[in-house]
């Protein structure tokens, strides 16, 4: 199956310091790569996500970027603030179907 | 984005009950929902694919009579967990891709913390 890594699995930033988590995956036919944040106990929400056909997306202070031939892609947050602190999960649809398949998570901590 | 709703919040049951939870979607159809289990401080593992009008499609590992699951409408999914034990205490979340989407966008509920006693 689809084999999704996450590093660091644990980034602690000052506020005000960008963050940058990566997501590496193994099916090149894979073509949407998503980023999920999760607050404890809470649902996880889709915050940006990138088809294979470009290889950056941004909408205010998170940016994604995808290396489709390295395969792998990361989540750029600017300007952090504690409300970012959370866990983000990357996701895969393996072999081009629309089953996710998610890494295991990365805990960002923004210190104020 | 799609509203996706979960029923109940939170559950907790004897050891031996079975425990029905509710996924509707409720400003869109999904002939497709997904259902994760989540453990404390882990990722969500993909339990089923439930399909509306057929079978239910099970990732390996996961007990097709354990967790039953019903598409009963466009709207609706359940899933029943049968005879229940502690070890099946985790946070259960559905998700539905949005209908016509050709890239898979996901939408998640707001999960199901049980606890079994």
């Known amino acids: 199956g689809e084999n999704v890594e996450q590093h660091p699995s644990t980034l602690s930033v000052q506020e005000g310091d960008s963050a940058v988590i990566k997501c590496t995956y193994s099916?090149?036919?894979?073509?949407?790569f998503p980023w999920y944040k999760q607050e404890l106990g809470k649902r996880p929400q889709l915050i940006i996500d990138?088809?294979?056909?470009?290889g950056e997306k941004k909408d205010q202070r998170i940016a994604v970027t995808l290396n489709k031939t390295a395969k792998h892609f990361s989540l750029h947050i600017t300007e952090t603030q504690p409300e970012d602190s959370a866990v983000y999960f990357c996701?895969?649809?393996?072999?081009?179907?629309?089953?996710?398949?998610f890494g295991k998570g990365n805990q960002v901590v923004v210190i104020p | 984005g799609a509203v996706v709703s979960q029923h109940p919040s939170r559950v907790i049951c004897k050891s031996g009950t079975s425990v029905k939870i509710e996924c509707r979607s409720l400003?869109?159809?999904?002939?497709?929902m997904f259902w994760y289990r989540q453990f404390p401080k882990q990722s969500l593992m993909l339990m089923a694919t439930?399909?509306?009008?057929?079978?239910?499609?099970?990732e390996q590992g996961v007990e097709k009579d354990k967790f039953l699951i019903n598409h009963a409408s466009l709207t609706l999914s359940t899933l029943t967990v049968t005879s229940a034990h502690p070890e099946d205490s985790s946070f259960y979340i559905c998700?539905?891709?949005?209908?016509?989407?050709?890239?898979?966008?996901?939408?998640f509920g707001p999960g199901t913390r049980l606890t079994v006693l």
């Open positions: 400003d869109f159809q999904a002939t497709t």
């Open positions: 998700s539905a891709p949005t209908s016509g989407s050709s890239y898979n966008e996901q939408f």
């Open positions: 099916d090149s036919a894979s073509n949407y």
């Open positions: 439930s399909n509306e009008g057929s079978k239910a499609t099970y």
């Open positions: 990138i088809r294979s056909n470009v």
């Open positions: 996701a895969v649809p393996p072999y081009g179907n629309n089953r996710l398949a």
